[in-house]
Structure formats: C-alpha cells, structure tokens
C-alpha cells in the first residue's frame, strides 16, 4: 500500500460553510432537525410512532419505571443525534443546546453499569443474557455509534465524560471477545463499530482499539462459522435458515478477503466496507484494500440506483443480484444511501481518485436528502424511483414504499443517521494529503489548514449545483502547496481561469491540479450543466426503453401534482429540448426543467376491452415539468416518476 497516497478530511473546525445549498440543509439540521428530534426521542410529537429511546435509560438507571421499548437498537438513535449535535457545536455554539445534550449524557452513563457495560435491553430485561445474541441483538453496533458520538462530542466540547465511559465499554468487549483462549470468537451481526474504533484509535493511539477493529474484520466469515455456533449453542432463533440469503445476509457467507459482490443487509455491507477501508489504511493490509475495490466495483457499477441508492430488495433490505434495479419494488433505505457516502470517502482517504467523490456526490444531492422533507419534520426510510399511490395501498410487495414522509418510525435509524451527516457536511468538502489540497465538494465558505509545508486559506464562493461557476481566492498559501480541483465525472466539458486567463494544469484522477499559486489568486472554475438524458445498461431489465434526466449532479423527475396522474403513458423525445430556470420560491430554490413530451391516448380503448389487436399508437403532445427528485412528495401524494419510455 502506498502510503504517499492517504489523505485526511478536514475538520469541521478547518473550514465554514456559509451561504449556498449545504449551508441551508446545515442549518435546517441545526435548528429544526435536532429539536425536533429531541423531542421524538423523548416521545413528545403528536401523532407520531413512540421512540422509547430515552425512556429506556431513565428506566435503566432506575429513575423511571417500566418495561423496554421498541427495537433492540433503540439506543443508538440517541447515539447518532448526540453525534449530530456534536457536529453542529463545532460550527455554530449554542448552550442552550449543550446543556440539553450534556443532560442527555448523564441519563445515558447513569444507566452504565460498573463494569463498563451500556446496552438499555440487557440491562432492563436481564444482564445474564448479555452478549448471548451477537448475530441479532446489535449490542456492539450500538457501542459502536455511541463511540462515535463520545468522539464527535469530545472532539466539540472538550467533554471527556461520554468517551472515558464508552472506553470502559470498550475495555470489556475487549476483555471478553477477540482470538485469545477463553474469549468469544465473535463479531457484530450489525457491522459499525468497525468505524468507530478507528475513531477512538484516532483520539486515543491505543493499539488495543486498532486491534479491535481489525479483529472484527478478519474473524468475519471464518470457519468454524461463529454465528451458526452461537445459534446453536444459546437455542436462538435463525430467521434466515431457509432463505436464499442465510448468512450473506450479515455479510459472513465466507471471510471479506475472498468476497466478489456486495451482499446481503445494504446498510450492514456499506458499513462493512467503510470499517474495511478505515482498517486497511491504519494497517498497510493490501490484501483487505483489494477487497475493498472488488466490491466497491460490483456495488457501483452494477447494483447502485442512478440516485446513489442501494439494496434493491425489500426482503432483507438487501442486495439481489447484478443489474436488478426495480424502480417501485425498490428499497434503497436512506441509511444505505449514507453508508454508501461513508465508504466513498474512506476509499479516496485510500486514494485520492475521483470516482470516488463521484458516487459520493451523487448518493448526497439524490438518494440522501430524498430521506427528509424541506421542514425537516418526516422523513422516507424508503426511497422509490417510482410510485402509484394506489399500488402501495393495495400490493403487499410495495406496502414498503409511503408516498408521504412520515414524522417518525417505530425503527428510527435514518432520521438521526440524517442528521449526524447533514451537521457533519464540512468534512466531506475537503482533503489534505501533505501538500495536495482537494476539493472534493464545491460549497462556498473559507479554509484554514495546514499543509505540511504551511498554512493555506481560501475563499470559496458558489451557487453550486444550480449554478455552474465555482471561484477560489488564496488568501495565504506555499510554494509547494497544490491545489486540486474535482472535475465530477458528469461533467464533459469545463473552463478554468487564474486571473482572469486560462490556466495551467494537469489532470489526474478525475483532478484539476494547479501549482505556483499566491495568495491574491482568484480561480474560475466553471462545469458546464446542460441537462443529459440517460439511459441505463441494457442488463437492467426495468429500465429498457426509458430514460432519466439528470443536471449536473442532480437527478430529476415527474410528479403528478404538475404532469397528471398515469406517468406511465409519459414519453420523452429523444431530441427534447429542455428549459433551465432557477425558481427561487420553490421550496429553498431550486432549477425547474420544462420540456415537450408526449402521453399515450387511451381515450380510443373500449373500458371492458383489456387487450386488442396491436394498433399504431396514438398520443398527445404534452409540457413536462421536471423537479429535483430529492425534492418530490413535498406537496401532497401522488404519483412520481424517474425513469421515463423514450420515443
């Protein structure tokens, strides 16, 4: 491995956000999202499913009665909305909000036991069952979020109080699970603490954390296999037996090095992989690298959604197989969407290659913020390319797709999962690797880093991605230092300038790279946006004869509410032209395209005649009216449509 090649992100510390498109969503995360979800953690919203979450470790601590509620992971909904508050102290302090979170954290370490032990299920309804159940009971994924949240809130406050508690944890898994004689050779049925623990590595540099990590890793899929071991040996259940997925499902049907194609749970592999890449870089492991490319390949290529959406299939929420990408049938849980972006990240800390950000970006402006509403109120667990309202009423196979965002769910885990990624966007912006400075995303605001040969600033500004130009002012900068700037693999044509003249650069791995700057330097960097109607590999049956649009970055759609109800009947020209206009009053503002287009008659057709001899078709010519698809089911059911017929 070459370790010239890693790169680090920078801190939300390093660089602001300010104005423009992630600025908005940041502080609709900061000042609706996290109130709102404080208050359906605490079960205070009207008319909305219960969380139990904070409950329940009130009643672990013994400060309130009753039973457990909801699902066996319920903790880690508080753990990813501490992690989200973290995140959003370290760019904007409130108090008033710490003070709330810090109140949050007594009620969560008062319900620790003293042995480091922190899991509201076992502990309310009985310790001797602990760590009995890795495969399904999700003890160590909850850890692992928690780590995560303890880092972020550490890394904010200067607060150690959570993290030192979550080490203690970490110290008993550690002394009860791992290869030695005497230890469970197990690992989490629910992969994330694989991340974390390179977090806390990153914090604390205690070998013990790294080990930890690659331990999970290696020991998954190993023969004799642990989860079938478990299973038999405490009577648990093994809902998967007589499944096609069975132990694919947890992402161990054989050890990670030998693993070809993304499998099973897609929330689970994602993390997976991420923990993989995360473990490979701290260790030089080739080996799990390469892994790390083969499925990021198969993934990618042949099972992701044109939204950056992945795990096609309702049953297991999970991976099917290459090229099936069912549009209504379709899962694609906000989660995995986010998992996905994880991963993309840690394999261009790996290295540095465009492709990377790429399926991050796209993942971020579709597939992610499709999860939430623009009052950031409800949110979508599932996110379909296409839906008929009536279908979801009345199939079983797609009561899993809601047409309408809903305020909470009895399983949780993407409103908070939202959250946390939103109030952490400034650390998916930029990379440093020595003297190579990335900018991986285009968002306005200003850096202050260092390089290893000094300090560079800048000033970003932009209307990204509805408007096409990005300009960079180096404030402070070296002589060493290199400036690369991400040409997005949509983009088939651009323009860059240095003072007002064309540059010199050089392009590598998807990277504009520009050398002998000075502070006073003004960049111009503009990506030409025209709207490109796409079409999808013919292996993916659902999609023969239709067509997608997508502007820049952003993926588009029909809803009925402007085009009428049966979508179906839609055609779009192969030689439509499209109108671009920004509409500031549409929701947050947004680049509105219209376009011809035609809809199949069916007005000729007898009402009781079902089929007929095949005739010429007739249609009308229609106006299309296509929206950002992140931002549909925002006024009312109804239909919506992504991939479209084309004649």
């Known amino acids: 491995m070459n370790k010239d090649m890693q790169a680090v992100p920078l801190s939300l510390k390093e660089s602001t956000v300010a104005g423009g498109f992630w600025k908005e969503f940041m502080e609709k995360a900061r000042t609706q999202v996290i109130p709102y979800q404080w208050e359906a953690l605490n079960d205070r919203v009207p008319d909305a499913e219960p969380s139990y979450c904070m409950r329940n470790f009130r009643i672990a601590a013994g400060k309130e009665k009753g039973e457990f509620g909801g699902f066996v992971f319920q903790d880690s909904d508080a753990a990813k909305w501490l992690e989200a508050v973290a995140y ?73 109080k959570l993290l030192n508690a979550l080490i203690k944890y970490v110290d008993l898994v550690d002394s009860l699970i791992g290869p030695e004689e005497g230890k469970l050779r197990g690992y989490p049925g629910h992969q994330e603490i694989e991340l974390a623990l390179i977090k806390l590595f990153d914090i604390t540099k205690n070998e013990k954390h790294l080990r930890l990590a690659k331990y999970f890793i290696d020991e998954r899929g190993q023969a004799p296999l642990f989860f079938r071991e478990e299973t038999e040996k405490q009577g648990n259940g093994d809902y998967w037996k007589d499944s096609l997925i069975k132990y694919s499902y947890y992402q161990a049907q054989e050890p990670v090095r030998e693993q070809k194609y993304a499998v099973g749970h897609s929330v689970r592999a994602a993390y997976m992989y991420a923990g993989m890449a995360d473990v490979a870089r701290k260790s030089d492991d080739d080996s799990l690298m390469e892994a790390c490319h083969r499925l990021w390949k198969d993934m990618t290529r042949r099972q992701m959604y044109i939204t950056g959406g992945i795990g096609s299939s309702r049953y297991g929420e999970a991976f099917t197989y290459d090229y099936d990408l069912p549009n209504d049938t379709i899962y694609a849980e906000t989660c995995a969407s986010i998992a996905l972006a994880f991963f993309a990240q840690r394999m261009f800390n790996l290295e540095q290659k465009g492709e990377y950000i790429d399926v991050m970006e796209q993942a971020l402006y579709n597939g992610i913020i499709s999860g939430m509403s623009v009052d950031g109120k409800s949110f979508f667990y599932v996110n379909p390319l296409e839906v008929v309202p ?258």
């Open 390 to 647: 009536e279908a979801t009423k009345k199939d079983q196979l797609r009561k899993h797709v809601e047409i309408e965002r809903q305020k909470w769910f009895g399983c949780s885990c993407c409103p908070p999962n939202l959250a946390r990624l939103l109030t952490s966007m400034g650390n998916y912006a930029y990379s440093v690797n020595k003297d190579t400075f990335y900018v991986n995303l285009f968002v306005g605001g200003t850096v202050d880093t260092g390089l290893d040969s000094g300090k560079l600033s800048l000033e970003i500004a932009t209307a990204y991605p509805w408007n096409e130009t990005v300009t960079i002012k180096i404030t402070e900068t070296t002589d060493k230092a290199i400036l690369a700037l991400r040409i997005p693999g949509w983009c088939a044509n651009h323009s860059l300038k240095l003072n007002g003249t064309g540059a010199k650069y050089s392009m590598k791995d998807g990277y504009a790279q520009l050398t002998g700057l000075s502070a006073g330097d003004v960049i111009e960097l503009v990506l030409d946006m025209p709207v490109v109607v796409l079409e999808a590999n013919p292996r993916v049956r659902e999609d023969i004869g239709r067509v997608a649009v997508q502007r820049g970055p952003v993926v588009y759609c029909l809803e009925e509410v402007d085009n009428g109800q049966d979508l179906h009947r839609v055609y779009l020209a192969k030689d439509a032209k499209f109108k671009c206009e920004y509409d500031k009053n549409f929701f947050d503002g947004a680049v509105i395209l219209q376009s011809a287009g035609k809809r199949l008659c069916q007005e000729d057709w007898d009402t009781d005649t079902l089929y007929r001899k095949a005739a010429t078709a007739k249609f009308e010519d229609v106006s299309l009216k296509w929206i950002p698809y992140y931002l549909w089911a925002n006024r009312g059911a109804g239909e919506m449509i992504c991939w479209v017929h084309s004649c």
């Open 88 to 160: 959003s102290l370290m760019w904007h302090p409130d108090p008033a909000l710490e003070k709330i979170a810090d109140g949050a954290i007594d009620d969560i370490i008062d319900a620790q036991q003293p042995d480091g032990y922190l899991d509201t299920y076992y502990i309310i309804n009985g310790l001797d069952k602990r760590f009995t159940n890795l495969k399904d009971n999700h003890e160590l994924y909850c850890l692992g979020h928690f780590l995560e949240a303890g880092v972020a809130y550490y890394q904010a406050t200067g607060k150690d």
